[in-house]
Protein backbone atom coordinates (compact mmCIF):
# COMPACT_ATOMS: atom_id res chain seq x y z
CA UNK A 1 0.00 0.00 0.00
CA UNK A 2 3.19 2.34 0.60
CA UNK A 3 4.89 1.50 -2.04
CA UNK A 4 1.70 2.57 -4.33
CA UNK A 5 0.95 5.60 -2.83
CA UNK A 6 4.57 6.67 -2.94
CA UNK A 7 4.52 5.52 -6.60
CA UNK A 8 1.53 8.19 -6.71
CA UNK A 9 3.02 10.85 -5.00
CA UNK A 10 6.22 10.82 -7.31
CA UNK A 11 3.46 11.05 -10.63
CA UNK A 12 1.99 13.29 -9.59
CA UNK A 13 5.10 15.43 -8.81
CA UNK A 14 6.62 15.09 -12.21
CA UNK A 15 3.31 15.75 -13.45
CA UNK A 16 3.42 19.02 -11.61
CA UNK A 17 6.58 19.46 -13.19
CA UNK A 18 6.52 18.67 -16.58
CA UNK A 19 3.12 20.34 -16.90
CA UNK A 20 4.66 24.14 -16.85
CA UNK A 21 7.43 22.65 -19.12
CA UNK A 22 5.12 21.38 -22.11
CA UNK A 23 3.40 24.87 -21.85
CA UNK A 24 6.34 26.74 -21.88
CA UNK A 25 7.41 24.62 -24.80
CA UNK A 26 4.03 24.87 -26.76
CA UNK A 27 4.16 28.49 -26.42
CA UNK A 28 7.85 28.79 -27.82
CA UNK A 29 6.79 26.96 -30.64
CA UNK A 30 3.95 29.22 -31.19
CA UNK A 31 6.11 32.48 -30.81
CA UNK A 32 8.81 30.73 -33.05
CA UNK A 33 6.44 30.49 -35.94
CA UNK A 34 7.49 32.93 -38.63
CA UNK A 35 3.99 33.06 -41.17
CA UNK A 36 1.82 35.95 -40.36
CA UNK A 37 -1.35 36.94 -41.43
CA UNK A 38 -0.86 39.36 -44.03
CA UNK A 39 2.22 37.31 -45.68
CA UNK A 40 -0.38 34.08 -46.17
CA UNK A 41 -0.94 33.36 -49.73
CA UNK A 42 -4.16 34.85 -52.00
CA UNK A 43 -6.33 31.41 -52.13
CA UNK A 44 -6.94 30.65 -55.52
CA UNK A 45 -9.75 31.14 -57.56
CA UNK A 46 -12.14 27.51 -57.51
CA UNK A 47 -14.91 26.36 -59.53
CA UNK A 48 -17.75 28.50 -57.23
CA UNK A 49 -15.92 31.94 -58.88
CA UNK A 50 -18.04 33.25 -61.29
CA UNK A 51 -16.52 35.46 -64.33
CA UNK A 52 -18.30 37.66 -66.92
CA UNK A 53 -18.36 36.15 -70.02
CA UNK A 54 -20.29 37.73 -72.85
CA UNK A 55 -22.40 35.61 -75.13
CA UNK A 56 -23.80 37.84 -77.95
CA UNK A 57 -24.68 41.19 -76.78
CA UNK A 58 -25.65 39.62 -73.35
CA UNK A 59 -23.11 39.94 -69.97
CA UNK A 60 -23.30 36.43 -67.98
CA UNK A 61 -21.70 35.15 -65.02
CA UNK A 62 -19.86 31.96 -66.02
CA UNK A 63 -18.23 29.23 -63.68
CA UNK A 64 -15.22 27.54 -65.64
CA UNK A 65 -14.85 23.76 -65.49
CA UNK A 66 -11.73 22.94 -66.94
CA UNK A 67 -9.82 20.08 -64.82
CA UNK A 68 -11.48 17.14 -65.68
CA UNK A 69 -13.09 16.35 -61.99
CA UNK A 70 -14.52 19.68 -62.73
CA UNK A 71 -16.54 19.02 -65.68
CA UNK A 72 -17.25 15.46 -64.22
CA UNK A 73 -18.76 17.29 -61.28
CA UNK A 74 -21.14 20.36 -63.29
CA UNK A 75 -23.68 21.74 -61.55
CA UNK A 76 -24.10 18.60 -60.27
CA UNK A 77 -26.14 19.28 -56.43
CA UNK A 78 -26.99 23.34 -57.82
CA UNK A 79 -30.48 23.71 -56.72
CA UNK A 80 -30.67 27.30 -58.08
CA UNK A 81 -29.08 30.03 -60.75
CA UNK A 82 -29.26 33.31 -60.94
CA UNK A 83 -30.54 34.77 -64.49
CA UNK A 84 -27.52 35.24 -66.26
CA UNK A 85 -25.60 32.26 -64.46
CA UNK A 86 -24.20 29.18 -65.76
CA UNK A 87 -20.95 27.17 -66.57
CA UNK A 88 -18.32 26.76 -69.08
CA UNK A 89 -17.12 23.59 -69.61
CA UNK A 90 -13.72 24.07 -71.40
CA UNK A 91 -11.85 20.86 -73.41
CA UNK A 92 -8.41 21.20 -75.26
CA UNK A 93 -9.62 19.74 -78.98
CA UNK A 94 -12.32 19.66 -80.55
CA UNK A 95 -14.36 16.59 -80.74
CA UNK A 96 -18.83 15.69 -80.66
CA UNK A 97 -19.73 16.44 -76.78
CA UNK A 98 -22.15 14.44 -74.55
CA UNK A 99 -23.53 15.44 -71.52
CA UNK A 100 -26.10 14.10 -68.75
CA UNK A 101 -28.06 15.46 -66.15
CA UNK A 102 -27.34 13.02 -63.46
CA UNK A 103 -27.94 14.51 -59.79
CA UNK A 104 -28.62 18.01 -61.09
CA UNK A 105 -31.54 18.95 -59.99
CA UNK A 106 -32.53 21.92 -62.32
CA UNK A 107 -33.32 21.85 -66.37
CA UNK A 108 -30.66 23.18 -68.36
CA UNK A 109 -29.70 24.29 -71.59
CA UNK A 110 -26.29 24.24 -73.36
CA UNK A 111 -25.10 25.66 -76.00
CA UNK A 112 -22.39 23.77 -77.91
CA UNK A 113 -19.41 26.11 -79.13
CA UNK A 114 -17.11 26.24 -82.35
CA UNK A 115 -12.89 26.95 -81.12
CA UNK A 116 -13.86 30.80 -82.37
CA UNK A 117 -16.59 31.19 -80.10
CA UNK A 118 -19.88 30.71 -82.74
CA UNK A 119 -22.49 29.35 -81.22
CA UNK A 120 -23.36 25.88 -83.38
CA UNK A 121 -26.37 24.61 -81.18
CA UNK A 122 -28.92 24.40 -78.21
CA UNK A 123 -29.99 21.49 -76.27
CA UNK A 124 -32.20 21.24 -73.71
CA UNK A 125 -31.51 18.77 -70.76
CA UNK A 126 -34.44 17.72 -68.67
CA UNK A 127 -33.44 17.75 -64.45
CA UNK A 128 -31.89 14.45 -63.66
CA UNK A 129 -31.69 12.55 -66.63
CA UNK A 130 -29.08 10.06 -67.26
CA UNK A 131 -29.84 9.65 -71.04
CA UNK A 132 -26.83 11.87 -73.12
CA UNK A 133 -27.42 14.75 -74.58
CA UNK A 134 -24.89 15.28 -77.71
CA UNK A 135 -24.01 17.63 -80.00
CA UNK A 136 -24.63 17.24 -83.63
CA UNK A 137 -20.91 18.75 -84.42
CA UNK A 138 -17.73 16.53 -83.98
CA UNK A 139 -16.18 20.35 -83.94
CA UNK A 140 -16.94 21.38 -80.43
CA UNK A 141 -14.24 23.08 -78.47
CA UNK A 142 -16.44 23.97 -75.46
CA UNK A 143 -19.99 24.07 -74.07
CA UNK A 144 -21.79 26.78 -71.24
CA UNK A 145 -24.68 25.71 -69.99
CA UNK A 146 -27.62 27.80 -68.64
CA UNK A 147 -31.06 27.47 -66.95
CA UNK A 148 -33.44 26.27 -69.51
CA UNK A 149 -34.72 28.59 -71.66
CA UNK A 150 -32.00 31.32 -71.28
CA UNK A 151 -30.75 31.45 -74.69
CA UNK A 152 -34.16 31.77 -76.44
CA UNK A 153 -35.08 34.50 -73.47
CA UNK A 154 -31.69 36.64 -74.01
CA UNK A 155 -32.13 35.96 -78.04
CA UNK A 156 -28.69 34.41 -78.16
CA UNK A 157 -29.00 31.76 -80.92
CA UNK A 158 -26.68 29.47 -83.05
CA UNK A 159 -24.29 32.16 -85.21
CA UNK A 160 -23.33 34.44 -82.19
CA UNK A 161 -19.95 34.61 -80.55
CA UNK A 162 -19.33 33.94 -76.92
CA UNK A 163 -16.30 36.83 -76.40
CA UNK A 164 -13.11 34.33 -76.58
CA UNK A 165 -11.26 37.53 -74.40
CA UNK A 166 -13.46 37.12 -71.18
CA UNK A 167 -13.00 33.04 -71.65
CA UNK A 168 -9.31 33.06 -71.81
CA UNK A 169 -9.03 35.91 -68.70
CA UNK A 170 -11.38 33.80 -66.66
CA UNK A 171 -8.91 30.61 -67.64
CA UNK A 172 -6.12 32.39 -66.44
CA UNK A 173 -7.72 33.73 -63.39
CA UNK A 174 -8.33 30.14 -62.61
CA UNK A 175 -5.22 29.04 -62.95
CA UNK A 176 -5.33 27.60 -66.17
CA UNK A 177 -3.20 28.07 -69.72
CA UNK A 178 -5.73 29.92 -71.85
CA UNK A 179 -3.75 28.64 -74.80
CA UNK A 180 -4.83 25.15 -73.83
CA UNK A 181 -8.25 25.58 -74.43
CA UNK A 182 -8.36 28.62 -76.65
CA UNK A 183 -6.16 28.55 -79.56
Given at each position: ?40 P ?54 R ?26 R ?13 S ?13 F ?28 R?I?
Open positions: MQAKLATQAIAGTLDLMFRPLLLAFALALVACDSRRPEAAVPELGLETRFPVRMGVVLTQLRVAASDLEKARGLMGVTRLAEAEGMAFMYDAETMSFWMKETPLDLDIGFFARDGTLLEVMMAARETETTSSADQVRFAIEMRAGWRDFGVKPGDQVNIDDLRAALKARGFDPKFP
